[in-house]
């Protein structure tokens, strides 16, 4: 279980949403359905990731929508899960809750520790415990998320790729549930509720857009991007903002004819040959099947193929 502080996950949904609530479990006692470090997202009419379902998540996502409306950023309590919310667990839970936009997300590092003060009666002076605590990551060792004299230490998650996936379709779905443990920080766009699955894993950010291509603005430079929708021309004009800006990949569903004539269609709207000989279509290994799942396991053998390090160079806007 990923129990450390997930800025890449973090930095998509604000991106999405403007606006986000984090939840963490601070303390868990007794017998609890999650343990220390969990945490989830919330924002005005969803969530992504879970600290245990039932009562105690219905109750920690309303406290937390309560937050982006104002007022306070940080906020700790402490639940009895038996008595508190009738459930069967007999332990109980202290909740963090922290507000993040833009602006907040530019104080969570990019690696090590992320530490700040969670209690209202916390030094606004980083305690020696801190210190310690970066002292033990430099060396290589784990720190655990744990509150100490009022401050909040959570390690930061190890850097997983952004993939960006438009279409919430069949193979969309297949591809963002097989990379389930993968290292993939997914965003999966559509512009129809309907078609995402009820229930979502913890890497995964839903985002509905009325015009998905809009969302390739708000995608990270190094991002990975997927694209199969069920309209060709919003295909195209998905690829076409891509190739536009930087980014790391870009596959398209489709076929070999496909990719003829989106070539052509892009060479029309500016993009030049090195630019178009990114463009990955079709996507997947053909030899595996058309089956989604065949599908998926192709592009996600591909991916994970990918040199990270040699793929950040390329990283450039090409017109």
Known sequence: MD??????????????????????????EGSTPRDTGTSMLVWENGQSGTIGGGALEWEAAKVARGLLQGGEARQVFKLPLGPGLGQCCGGAVTLGLERFDAATLEAVPQTGLHARPMLRDASPTPPLAVARAQTRTRNGQIVETHL??????????????????????????????????????IVLIDDAKARFPDALPRDITPLVSANPADAVAHAPDEALHLVLTYSHALDLEICHRVLSRPFRHLG?????????????????????EASLARLICP?????????????????????????AETGAGQSEVRA
Request: net charge positive; with cysteine; hydrophobic share 45%.
């Open 3 to 28: 129990v450390s502080l997930d800025r890449n996950a973090l930095k998509a949904a604000v991106a999405c949403h403007g606006s986000v609530a984090r939840v963490v479990i601070l303390a868990a």
């Open 148 to 185: 100490s004299e009022g401050w909040l230490i959570e390690p930061l998650a190890s850097h997983k790729k952004p993939l960006w996936i438009y279409g919430a379709g069949h193979v969309g779905r297949a591809i963002a549930t097989a990379a389930k443990g993968l290292p993939f920080e």
């Open 252 to 272: 398209l569903i489709g076929s070999d004819t496909k990719k003829r004539r989106f070539l052509k269609r892009l060479g029309e709207l500016g993009h030049g």
């Open 283 to 307: 996507i997947g290994n053909k030899a595996l099947g058309k089956q989604p799942n065949a599908i998926a396991i192709g592009v996600l053998h591909d991916l994970l193929e990918m040199d």
